[in-house]
């Protein structure tokens, strides 16, 4: 009897072991399953794409002139469709709607499209399932990643770039003031986040209260205008005293047209 | 004036006795109120495994207590050892306990709904701590607990235990076998997976065979317009409408959580009062021809159910809970999860669960009515009515040869069932599936999914070039494609010079896509093509 007692008390503890040992693991384990059944999802999608939606997205979503729109372009990923849509969720919600509910009627951007997109879910009197939907919507979603790297941000067409004797257009001190405060219509720059215009506040960079002003007596020959000018796109030319160079990006040069960098202008000029 | 008195008996056991020999006094006080019937000093003899002294206080618990009230204070020495009972019918009561814990663990998680039913499956399996390990645990438990009834079952017909007078206790088995395959069997459609759906509807298809008896086929084809009507309607209540539904899989969930448990519940108590009523026979040997002395033990024949009997009781769960627990990790048995349930689409090569495959068989010998339905109502009446018609009087193997045979023919003929209800026997897809099924099933990984995914290099390839093959995993995998290829040009006079082709694109950035091209020539000199697509995800980790 002693015996069976003793081996049933070790078995007893090995189980407990056991089942320590596999408490311990379960948050390692339980991402692993997760992360195992989205990439099965996606299989089971890229099966679902292929018969139902390659007719008109194209076998590699990338859609196809005149029938559908692409799905694994960087647009619909990084919130521009989106936003022309008014839709406020995430862009899987807003994937998984449209295959979903499809479209019965055209949206604004894709008007032209002869056909429409057909609703897919049961639940809105289409042929899958609703499992089959998150399926498609992993399987679409999975190019997120790859649409993203692909597209580098548009290159800013007529940049003003860093050469000093570039002729800018006339400023609009309005424009100017919503592209400093990063609101500005068709260009929108963090300068605010970094200059106060409140006189002796200083953030990452020196108040710009006065700056009308002071810009006229930093350098000898220069006038504000042209001052103004060099600190954005060549920061470096002048530093402020007691702030180091390099701290302002280097390069708004490239990332503003000659129209921003008028308004810019004329909106500090207004500073005085 | 006191409006009531607070009086603690204890304060004045401290005042006269002392703080700690009070404590004790207390302690000791509430263990026998807990064992209803021993104290410390008793449990601590009992375990030093002392002879009782006299009067026994180990018998106590059973006289007072409510857990042991059945069980007996002592049992003969001839039925202690692990023979005549093995046992096996205690180990069944383990595992209806043993299921319900874990079963009700999962409760918590699952709604018994076609919309989330399976999307509750991964949430218990990822999100869940311990919730991979307690499914694993209650299906492994629920088919360890058929086999243990099965065998229960097998040696209390092998040592005769069924005859007189213990023939009611047999029959309340027999309720008790059926309900344990029942309940293993309800439990399988609940995750809905394509395995459940179609592993049940091939079972409610049997059921649905029910024959309509003349007259009333006749009655039924008047006014209802249909003489299967007892079909149909087994089938509509079994399946909630002509094709499973939500209304179908509440219906087995309610009678796998509620209905089985609570008949099961119900008759093994009749079972076990029955047993303890008539007594653990002996062995057939130890007892005259006709005679039953499982009541009568002698003095000096008796073994004391504590601490003996006890401990070998817990030393067995203990056994067979750690195998379980082993089992479910190290050991690398997981319960199944297959693809979510789909009607249109029926796999390849669906079984029944093993405690099922015997029926699959016959099944395919010929009529669903005969095999499907006669045959296995006429199985369970015989077990039935067996020891109300074999009567003879002797529970000795020599003297029962032809019952012991019967036996050993009727574990035979299940076994060959067995095999046959298997997809090697019989099975009726073409060559040229099998061979691409053989690489991706459809009902585990395979090898295609368990190559490992970086090995798999974009390019296209010749089965039959295998060993040009730039990995090791894709040779590997190559090379059974030709095996495949060449067992099915043996197996098949319709398939004639089978070719094997494999395509591998990459097809999103963690995704590639796999095309199986077999082509064949037919006897007519026709050629023959087929092709399957699979997708494969790197991150799907069928590995394990
Ligand atoms: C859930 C299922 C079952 C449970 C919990 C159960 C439990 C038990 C227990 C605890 C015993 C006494 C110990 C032993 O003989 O091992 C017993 C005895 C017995 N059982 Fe079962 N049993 C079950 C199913 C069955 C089945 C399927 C049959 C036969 C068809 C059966 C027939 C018998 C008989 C004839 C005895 C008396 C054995 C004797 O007196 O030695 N039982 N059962």
Redesign the pocket.
């Known amino acids: 009897m002693t015996v069976r007692v003793v081996i049933g008390t070790i078995l007893i503890a090995a189980t407990m072991a056991i089942v320590a040992f596999v408490m311990v693991n379960e948050p390692a384990r339980m991402s692993s399953f997760e992360s195992g059944f989205t990439g099965r999802s996606v299989e089971a999608g890229a099966a679902l794409f292929d018969t139902n939606c390659a007719i008109c997205h194209g076998v590699a979503g990338q859609g196809i002139e005149n029938v559908a729109p692409a799905l694994n372009a960087a647009d619909l990923f990084d919130g521009s469709r989106l936003k022309s849509f008014g839709w406020s969720g995430t862009v899987k919600d807003y994937v998984r709607a449209a295959i979903a509910g499809g479209r019965p009627r055209a949206s604004a951007a894709f008007a032209g499209y002869p056909n429409r997109m057909p609703t897919w879910s049961q639940q809105y009197g289409g042929p899958l399932r609703p499992d089959q939907i998150e399926y498609l919507v992993d399987f679409v979603m999975n190019w997120q990643t790859a649409a993203l790297a692909q597209a580098p941000p548009p290159p800013v067409v007529d940049a003003v770039g860093t050469d000093l004797n570039t002729a800018l257009p006339a400023g609009d001190a309005a424009r100017g003031d919503l592209l400093f405060h990063g609101k500005g219509p068709g260009g929108q720059f963090p300068c605010s986040a970094c200059h106060s215009l409140q006189a002796g506040q200083t953030l990452v960079g020196p108040s710009l209260a006065g700056i009308a002003t002071s810009a006229a007596a930093r350098k000898p020959d220069y006038p504000a205008e042209k001052y103004l000018h060099e600190s954005v796109v060549l920061p470096n030319a002048y530093v402020v005293e007691t702030f180091n160079p390099g701290l302002m990006p280097q390069t708004f040069g490239a990332q503003m047209t000659r129209q921003d960098m008028a308004d810019i202008i004329a909106f500090l000029l207004t500073q005085k | 004036m006191a409006l009531f008195k607070l009086h603690l008996p204890i304060l004045d056991d401290i005042k006269s006795k002392g703080l700690k020999p009070a404590m004790l006094a207390k302690v000791d006080d509430a263990v026998v109120r807990i064992t209803a019937g021993l104290n410390i000093g008793d449990i601590r003899s009992v375990l030093r495994g002392d002879t009782a002294p006299r009067p026994n206080p180990r018998v106590k618990p059973h006289a007072d207590g409510f857990w042991l009230h059945m069980k007996p204070t002592y049992y003969h020495n001839l039925v202690t050892p692990l023979y005549p ?1 093995f ?4 180990l ?2 383990y595992f ?1 306990v043993f299921e319900t814990l874990t079963g009700v663990f999962l409760m918590v998680f699952y709604t018994p709904s076609p919309l989330v039913a399976y999307e509750n499956m991964l949430n218990i399996m990822s999100n869940v701590p311990l919730g991979l390990f307690m499914r694993d645990l209650h299906k492994l438990g629920a088919e360890w607990m058929v086999l243990v ?1 099965a065998l ?2 097998l040696r ?1 017909f092998l040592t005769g ?2 005859k007189k007078p ?1 023939q009611f ?2 029959f309340s ?2 309720i ?2 059926i309900l ?1 395959i029942f309940l293993s069997f309800s439990g399988y459609l609940l995750p809905w997976d394509q395995l459940s759906v179609w592993a049940v509807t091939i079972g409610v298809s049997m059921a649905e065979a029910t024959p309509t008896p003349w007259p009333l086929n006749l009655l039924g084809e008047k006014y209802l317009g249909d003489p299967s009507f007892i079909g149909t309607a087994i089938n509509n209540i079994m399946r909630g409408g002509p094709q499973f539904n939500a209304s179908g899989l509440l219906r087995w969930y309610l009678l796998h959580v509620i209905g089985l448990p609570l008949i ?1 519940f119900i008759f ?1 108590g009749v ?2 009062y029955k ?1 303890i009523i ?1 007594g ?2 002996l062995p057939p040997e130890a007892e005259k021809v006709g005679e039953d002395s499982a009541k009568r033990v002698p003095l000096d024949q008796r073994t004391y159910f504590m601490p003996d009997i006890l401990t070998r009781e817990l030393f067995y769960v203990a056994l067979i809970t750690f195998f379980a627990v082993f089992m479910v990790t190290a050991g690398g048995y997981h319960a199944p999860l297959e693809p979510h349930a789909d009607p249109l689409v029926t796999p390849l090569h669906t079984t029944a669960p093993w405690y099922f495959l015997w029926l699959q068989g016959m099944l395919k010998l010929g009529d669903k009515v005969i095999w499907g339905v006669v045959a296995p109502g006429v199985i369970v009446g015989t ?1 039935i009515v067996l020891p109300y018609v074999e009567v003879g009087p002797s529970r000795r193997y020599a003297d029962r040869r032809v019952g012991l045979s019967a036996a050993a023919l009727v574990v035979v003929a299940l076994s060959m069932l067995t095999f046959m209800g298997t997809p090697w026997y019989a099975v009726s897809s073409s060559a040229d599936q099998e061979v691409v099924a053989a690489l991706v099933p459809q009902t585990h990984p395979g090898p295609l999914r368990t190559t490992p995914y970086d090995e798999l290099q974009v390019g296209a390839y010749d089965a039959a070039d295998w060993q040009s093959a730039p990995t090791p995993g894709l040779k590997n995998l190559l090379r059974q494609y030709e095996i495949e290829l060449n067992a099915a040009e043996a197996r098949d006079a319709m398939f004639l010079d089978g070719h094997g082709r494999m395509t591998i694109e990459q097809w999103q950035g963690n995704l590639k896509k796999i095309t199986f091209d077999v082509t064949w020539t037919k006897p007519d000199g026709k050629p023959g093509e087929f092709t399957q697509t699979v997708y494969l995800g790197a991150d799907s980790n069928y590995g394990d």
């Not at chain 2, 046992?87 to 205690?90: A, E, F, I, K, V």
């Open positions: 009972e046992r096996l019918g205690w069944s009561l209806m009834v229960h079952a209390t235990n069924y213990r206790t047999w088995g027999v008790l076998l344990t099961a093994i079972h076990y047993v008539h653990h026979s077990l």
